[in-house]
């Protein structure tokens, strides 16, 4: 990969159980370190990896860090508050008469066929939501000034209640802010230590309960990760660090940390955005455009598909139960990963996850004081990996931990041997996943035996090909820098920033006048906002999309156009054609309504630009390292086992056989055939 012209770049992305990160110097040369994810505080866990690129450079920390223009880092700090309940003490402040809106949530029960369902704990309790006389009406003209009493009121009592951060969302507050800003003056002199949100900037489009959920995201959020970023920048500079830190999106782009302490619901799906834009990558220089990219970390497994070199992207994501609807990428994840833990319920039938040993204390292998069988442990046990490769053999595995454990708490109880335990165990994580990969796939009505497999996370190539032949996948594509794919991804991310305003009604029937209006607006907030990051205008690429539907349904397609000077029958026929295409129907005649018009601003970065080419000479003969037993299909076979370093570009090696990378290990079953590109990624045909 070819480096910045510069200075060195690094890619961190905390896991749950690892903090992966990749450096590529100026180059071109890639190096991969993983540390144990410090959950007490994450930057430790930055720093570790860190002193581990400056200990291998044979430099100082201070000296390393001095060549390093950028750090990309993706971040589980906000989804972390979120789903453990920890976030900011919050309070909100609604319109007069609708107190509820956050508790009633959209009015139905989400799991329609669940009788026990119950919607998660609100962030904010109804004691802590206050409501202000005000009103703006539909059409955004003001009805009911603003009560400046009460205003007051409610923020002496919320103040006085101790919260430490207040979501503002009034009543079509996105067709006219004027209620929203003079709350934030109030808030500004009677509580100016208050983190203040307001849906006007966070979110100002159509639907209250969606808008007033990610305001409140994003006041619970926002505080927290403001902090860890002070303390993370801190310690940077300290360290020496003079170059540029950025912080992953969830819409697959980066931001400056500034903005990122503003808009923190923006990190809450960031951890696996890397993949995707690294899928992409990888893909294309193979020439494949139709992927599912797939990281199986320590503890969850992330998917999302590809078309045509494109990812797909949905407003209607949620974190903890809780909906945000700015655009994210579209990706799926289970509770399965190399951390999960396998157990017997009372009625004597295995299940693996969704509960994870993570870091601390992780597999009972790792001997860090874990007691549960994990999917390493089994993984582990049938031989696919070594007890003394793993971590490129810096951290060796206690095989016999886990075979007891897994004899323990798995065999005996369900009356079995230890080696069908631990193939249950992969049986049954390999199916959570592929039906994950059906859900984006099959699910969005596509085909995935006409895609390519990307393959990533340090447990995926382990289990990727059992479960490319459940699902009839003929083609995987594992890249060298799998074990930290979404750091990878990191490093590929521009500056990117998601604008929307409503503007709804009849398609037919709107005015482009006033559709150029928004948008004017939008692109001078975009090119203000990368100017704050550093951005020239001549460098920024703006993008357009609307939300169409036809009149009477309830949920819409976004449809991309090229320029505002598009005319609207354009629109139209775009729409039929992506309608009539996911949902194998249109409804000749009826209108098209138009709710939300969106602008996407990238800014570009520097950049890796390409992965250097392997030297082409063909390898007549492989080296073989070593040979191990491994289990397969409950079947006891002889593997060759061979270092993917030695594997030079057009390299072939057939089945059944193992590839140990440092930070991963690719299993290649009996009657399949790995091979490695020009590219040295691996490329494995079942």
């Known amino acids: 990969m070819a480096g910045s012209k510069t200075g060195s770049l690094i890619g961190i992305d905390v896991g749950g159980t690892f903090t992966d990160c990749v450096l590529i110097d100026s180059k071109g040369k890639s190096i991969v370190e993983k540390t144990f994810t410090t959950p007490e505080d994450p930057s430790k866990g930055v720093m570790n990896g860190l002193e581990k690129f400056a200990a291998n450079s044979g430099l100082t920390i201070t000296d390393f860090l001095s060549g390093v223009v950028r750090i990309v880092h993706g971040t589980t700090i906000t989804t972390n508050a979120v789903l453990t309940a920890r976030g900011a003490k919050t309070g909100f402040l609604t319109t007069d008469g609708f107190r509820d809106v956050l508790l009633m949530r959209r009015g139905v029960r989400e799991e329609q066929f669940n009788s026990k369902y119950a919607p998660p704990t609100p962030l904010v309790p109804r004691n802590l939501t206050y409501t202000v006389a005000e009103r703006v009406d539909c059409e955004g003209r003001q009805i009911v000034p603003m009560d400046s009493s009460g205003a007051l009121d409610a923020i002496r009592k ?19 802010p004027i209620h929203e800003q003079e709350m934030a003056a109030l808030l500004k002199e009677e509580f100016p230590e208050a983190y203040v949100s307001l849906s006007t900037q966070v979110l100002p489009q159509l639907r209250a309960y969606e808008r007033h959920s990610t305001t409140a995201l994003n006041a619970y959020v926002s505080p927290i990760l403001a902090r860890y970023l002070d303390h993370l ?49 990888c893909g294309q220089r193979a020439s494949y455009k139709d992927l599912i990219t797939m990281d199986m970390g320590g503890t969850s497994f992330d998917v999302s598909f590809i078309k045509n070199g494109e990812v797909s992207f949905t407003t209607q994501g949620s974190v903890g139960g809780h909906a945000m609807a700015f655009p994210v990428l579209d990706i799926r994840t289970v509770g399965a990963g190399g951390g999960s833990i396998a157990w017997v319920d009372e009625g004597g039938v295995l299940h693996v996850g969704p509960a994870s040993a993570g870091a601390d204390p992780g597999p009972i292998c790792y001997g860090r004081g874990g007691i549960e069988p994990t999917v390493t442990d089994a993984d582990l046990v049938l031989g696919y990996l070594g007890a003394e490769d793993f971590l490129g053999g810096k951290f060796r ?25 631990a193939e249950g165990i992969g049986r049954l994580v390999n199916s959570t996943m592929a039906d994950a990969i059906r859900l984006v796939s099959i699910g969005e009505g596509y085909d995935p035996r006409q895609c390519v497999l990307v393959v990533a996370g340090g447990a995926g190539a382990v289990h990727a090909a059992a479960i490319a032949r459940e699902l009839e996948i003929r083609t995987l594509l594992i890249p060298r820098e799998a074990s930290v794919f979404c750091a990878a991804g990191m490093l590929l991310s521009d500056l990117k920033h998601d604008y929307v305003r409503t503007l709804s009604g009849e398609l037919a029937n709107l005015s482009q006048k006033m559709v150029q209006d928004l948008y004017l607006d939008m692109e001078a907030e ?113 593997a060759d086992v061979y270092e993917g370093c030695q594997l030079n570009s057009r390299a072939m090696v057939q089945g059944p056989a193992i590839v140990e990378e440092p930070t991963t290990t690719v299993v290649v079953p009996p009657q399949c055939t790995l091979r490695v590109n020009d590219f040295g990624d691996y490329e494995l045909s079942l």
């Open 158 to 176: 919320l103040k006085r209640r101790g919260v430490e951060s207040i979501a503002v969302s009034f009543l079509f507050s996105f067709l006219n």
């Open 233 to 281: 920048t801190a310690r940077l500079q300290s360290a020496g660090f003079r170059g540029r830190l950025l912080i992953m999106q969830s819409n697959g782009g980066v931001m400056a940390p500034e903005m990122a302490a503003r808009f923190g619901c923006r990190t809450l799906l960031s951890g696996p955005a890397g993949g995707p834009v690294a899928g992409i990558f």
């Open 397 to 421: 595995l206690d095989f016999e931990a886990a075979q007891k454990g897994i004899e323990e708490r798995i065999a005996k109880p369900l009356g079995i041997e230890i080696a069908r335990a």
């Open 526 to 638: 975009a090119l203000a906002t990368l100017s704050e990051e550093g951005m020239q205008a001549g460098d920024v690429i703006l993008s357009y999309a609307v939300d169409l539907k036809y009149v009477g349904q309830f949920h819409e397609v976004t449809i991309p156009f090229a320029s505002l000077s598009e005319n609207f029958a354009e629109l139209q026929k775009s729409f039929e054609a992506q309608h009539k295409r996911l949902y194998g129907y249109n409804l000749l005649g009826q209108s098209i309504e138009a709710l939300h018009w969106r602008l996407t601003a990238i800014g570009r970065t520097e950049r890796p630009s390409d992965f250097g080419r392997l030297p082409s000479k063909s390898q007549d003969k492989v080296p073989r390292q070593r040979s191990r037993e491994v289990i397969f299909d409950g079947q006891k076979v002889i």
